[in-house]
């Protein structure tokens, strides 16, 4: 079992920049995808972002692809997400997930364990 723990969210004017990190514990970490989400009051959990175990492979959302970026430190266990020209449509609570699968999934369900999410708000 992995649990996830998000931190690095707050507030920051649109244009800024932000990195959320999650800390995973264990030792199996470095065998998890792991990924991103992002929910936004009265919408639904969406896919930000991706990467495999070894770290060479990262999928994105179209709506961050060329600003955010998702690394991973499997000596840390732990993943980022460094996003940056953030948007006031970036404002949300972001998920850190691990899937025990392999494949970069972009779908809620393909993921097995969640963190209790930071909330990002980015003002106009």
């Known amino acids: 079992q992995v649990q996830l723990v998000e931190s690095g969210g707050g507030l920051v004017q649109a244009g800024g920049s932000l990195r959320l990190s999650c800390a995973a514990s264990?030792?199996?970490?470095?065998?998890?995808?792991m990924g991103w989400f992002r929910q936004a009051p009265g919408k639904e959990r969406e896919f930000v972002a991706a990467?495999?175990?070894?770290?060479?492979?990262?999928y994105y959302a179209n709506s961050v692809k060329g600003r955010f970026t998702i690394s991973r430190d499997n000596a840390k266990n732990t993943v980022y997400l460094q996003m940056n020209s953030l948007k006031p449509e970036d404002t949300a609570v972001y998920y850190c997930?691990?899937?025990?699968?392999?494949?970069?999934?972009?779908?809620?369900?393909?993921?097995?364990?969640w963190g209790e999410g930071t909330q990002v708000t980015v003002s106009s």
């Open positions: 990467i495999s175990v070894t770290g060479d492979s990262t």
């Open positions: 264990g030792r199996t970490f470095r065998r998890y995808v």
């Open positions: 997930a691990a899937r025990g699968a392999y494949g970069l999934g972009s779908l809620r369900d393909e993921y097995d364990y």
